[in-house]
């Protein structure tokens, strides 16, 4: 399995706040992915945890200087973006963390969605397929990487969801509720 710190150490220099704040923020998503697959012997951990606190890694591609990233992109590209730099390194298993990477964002993103929002993705389909992609999708749902950082409820991500549009808020509706009736979800955060 590939050394997550490692590949961050790659991208990001020690005294990077961006590091600083991608770390807090995956060790949250990762620590929520770990309790959200408790339940499922199936689903591998090694592959939550390090898709986890790779998912985000390609932040620091993106303008986003309120979290220290003073790239050119759009933080929308982030996914797409780190997904790449994954790839580029053909690192061992590389594909199953790029794939977590270009599909975590919102709860998923359709080719229509792109193309009636002209949003700056490649035009396809962008929805979590395999438990590790659905889990870390839902568990980065929570945790935002300004402001507090603080753990969101439930009601809060719906609110946020619904600003995006019913697409998103019943692709999220699916993965939390379909994944908490599947025992994935230890205790309900109202």
Known sequence: MLD???IIDFFYAPDDPAREILLRHSYQVEKKALAIAAGFP???REIISCGALLHDIGIRFCAAPDIGCYGEDDYLLHG???AESLRAMKLPDGEIFARICERHTGSGISAEEIRERKLSLPERDFFPETPEEKI???????YSK???MR?????????SMAKFGPGPLARF???YIGLKYNR???GENK
């Open 151 to 159: 753990e969101k409820t439930v009601a809060e991500i719906r609110k």
């Open 173 to 175: 509706e699916e993965l």
């Open 136 to 142: 870390i999708c839902l568990a980065d749902k929570f």
């Open 4 to 6: 997550a710190l490692r």
């Open 184 to 186: 994935f979800v230890q």
């Open 42 to 44: 199936q689903v591998n």
């Open 146 to 148: 300004s402001g507090e």
């Open 80 to 82: 797409i973006l780190g």
